[in-house]
């Protein structure tokens, strides 16, 4: 099993559509978790940060279930610029080493 | 803004030569990663540095190493290129606060190796 996993899509919406992703991870101790979203051809860049409690900006909404083990990504309202690789990141030992899942595509439509 | 760069955006190498990769940062970042990127595997960490001088393995460092000599240049080396290291190779920094820090990536380097 891997340490952390994505479906990896593509997901193809329409805009305005509401599109949520999931990702497992492996290790139960894991202590902090991001989603980084990928451009076509670019580097990946921080989304958010996901805490225990969820938070939100803006039209995106991220969760942390701990007792299943997974994160969750909302994107209200999609949008064409929302078009892009979701990557689900997790933190397991609390240290400076990351595990990045495969990543999720989106393709957001007109 | 931090920014952190890689010497080559593309790169064509032959099988046995030796490759340097160089990244540099420019936020006092103290951590640094080489990471590569293969479709349908995501990212994977080769090795990470802490601290100058200092490395530690990630978890594909066979047929790599890596050099710190200051704080704000993290070098990836591939002694004898081969085939399979073919790939997309990204550099980031991050702080040393806490484990929610956030990695800053450079552009990436494409390497092909024929």
């Known amino acids: 099993r891997k340490e952390v996993e994505q479906d990896p899509g593509p997901f193809n919406v329409p805009e305005g559509a509401t599109v949520a992703f999931n990702c497992t991870y492996s290790?139960?101790?894991?202590?902090?978790f991001f989603w980084y979203r990928q451009d076509c051809r670019k580097e990946p860049k921080l989304l958010m940060s996901v805490y225990s409690s969820g938070n939100e900006d803006g039209r995106f909404t991220a969760q942390l279930n701990r007792a299943s083990q997974y994160i969750s990504l909302l994107i209200r309202d999609s949008k064409l610029s929302d078009s892009a690789t979701y990557l689900c990141?997790?933190?397991?030992?609390?240290?400076?080493?990351?595990?990045f899942g495969a990543g999720t595509r989106l393709f957001v439509k007109a | 803004d931090v920014k952190v760069t890689q010497s080559s955006r593309y790169l064509v190498k032959r099988t046995g030569e030796k490759v340097f990769l160089e990244c540099v940062q420019d936020m006092d970042h103290e951590n640094m990663f080489w990471y590569r990127q293969d479709p349908g595997l995501g990212l994977r960490l080769i090795y990470f540095s802490y601290d100058v001088k200092m490395k530690e393995k990630g978890d594909i460092p066979e047929g790599y190493s890596v050099s710190r000599e200051k704080k704000e240049r993290f070098s990836l080396i591939l002694e004898s290129a081969s085939t399979n290291q073919t790939s997309m190779y990204l550099c980031a920094s991050s702080t040393a606060v806490s484990s929610y820090n956030e990695q800053f990536f450079g552009p990436g380097t494409r390497l092909t190796v024929l």
């Open positions: 990141v997790v933190n397991p030992t609390g240290g400076f080493k990351t595990i």
């Open positions: 290790n139960s101790a894991s202590q902090s």
